[in-house]
C-alpha cells in the first residue's frame, strides 16, 4: 500500500458519486418537485438539511415521515395525498443512478473479487436511495452491504467503519476506503484505521480540489497502483 508491506484484504466503498452518480454533464440526471407540499425551494432545503443526521442514522424510518416533520414544524397542514406524491417523485428519482452502472467501476470491482479482495460498501443512505441496490450488478460482488439507517450509525462515526472490519474480519490496517469525500466520510475512515483514498471519477474539478488531505483516485484503474495485493 503506497510501497507499505501491509497486504490489503478488503476494500470498502461509498456508493453515491463512488459506485454510481447522479450526475450528468453537471447537472442531476433526475429531479423530483416538492411544490405539491407549498413549501418554498430554499425554506425547503433549509428543513430537509437541518434533518441530514437524523435522515442517514435511521432516526426517521422513511422519507414520509421526513416530510410529515418538516410540515408540522412549519405550521403546515399535513396531507397525506400530497406526502405520497412528493414521496413517489422522489423514489423515481433515486432509481435513475443505478439504471447505468459505469464499465469501469464494475471491472475494477471484478477484479478485485478475482485476487480474493474482500468488498464492503459504507454507504449513508435512507431507504428510498437504496431501493433498486439489489437490482444491479453491485450487488452480488459485495460481500457485505452496510446502509447507515439500518445499522442506525452514520459516517464519519468510526463506529460504523468499525462495523464493516467485523463484518468481513480483516483489520482496518488490512483496509481501503475509497469515497468521493462527503460527509466527512474520508476523515472518518482514516480515524478508524483505515487508510482512506478520495474517488474522483465523478466529481467535477472544482469539487474534488477542496479536499487536499487525501490521495486521489481519477480513474478506477488506479486503485491498482496504490495497494499490494
Known amino acids: 500500500m503506497g510501497g507499505g508491506f501491509t497486504i490489503i484484504r478488503a476494500v470498502f466503498f461509498d456508493l453515491y458519486e463512488t459506485l454510481i452518480t447522479e450526475w450528468e ?7 423530483y418537485s416538492i411544490e405539491a407540499l407549498g413549501i ?6 433549509k428543513e ?7 435522515r442517514m442514522d435511521g432516526t426517521y424510518p422513511d422519507h414520509k415521515s421526513v416530510l410529515r416533520d418538516i410540515l408540522q414544524s412549519l405550521g ?4 397525506e395525498s400530497m406526502i405520497d406524491k412528493v414521496d413517489q417523485l422522489r423514489v423515481e428519482s433515486k432509481r ?12 475494477m470491482l471484478q477484479k478485485l473479487k ?9 454507504s449513508n443512505c435512507t431507504p428510498e436511495e437504496v431501493l433498486d441496490w439489489e437490482t444491479t ?15 442506525k450509525l452514520a459516517k464519519p ?8 472490519c467485523q463484518n468481513l474480519g480483516v483489520s482496518p490496517e488490512e483496509s481501503i476506503f475509497i469515497g468521493d469525500g462527503g460527509s466527512d466520510e474520508l476523515i472518518g475512515a482514516s480515524k478508524a484505521g483505515l487508510k482512506a483514498y478520495q474517488a474522483t471519477w465523478f466529481l467535477p474539478t472544482y469539487f474534488s480540489e477542496k479536499i487536499t488531505d487525501y490521495p486521489k483516485l481519477q480513474k478506477p484503474i488506479q486503485l491498482f497502483d496504490v495497494i499490494k495485493l
Do not use: C
Open 114 to 122: 478475482d485476487m480474493n479482495v474482500k468488498l464492503g460498501l459504507i
Open 25 to 31: 454533464n453537471n447537472e442531476k440526471k433526475a429531479t
Open 48 to 54: 430537509w438539511a437541518l434533518r441530514r443526521e437524523r
Open 157 to 164: 462515526n468510526v463506529e460504523i467503519y468499525q462495523l464493516g
Open 137 to 151: 450488478p453491485l450487488a452480488e460482488l459485495f460481500d457485505d452491504v452496510i446502509f447507515s439507517y439500518e445499522v
Open 40 to 45: 418554498d425551494k430554499k425554506t425547503y432545503k
Open 96 to 107: 435513475v443512478p443505478f439504471q447505468d452502472i459505469n464499465h469501469e467501476v464494475l471491472e
Open 76 to 79: 403546515k397542514p399535513v396531507d
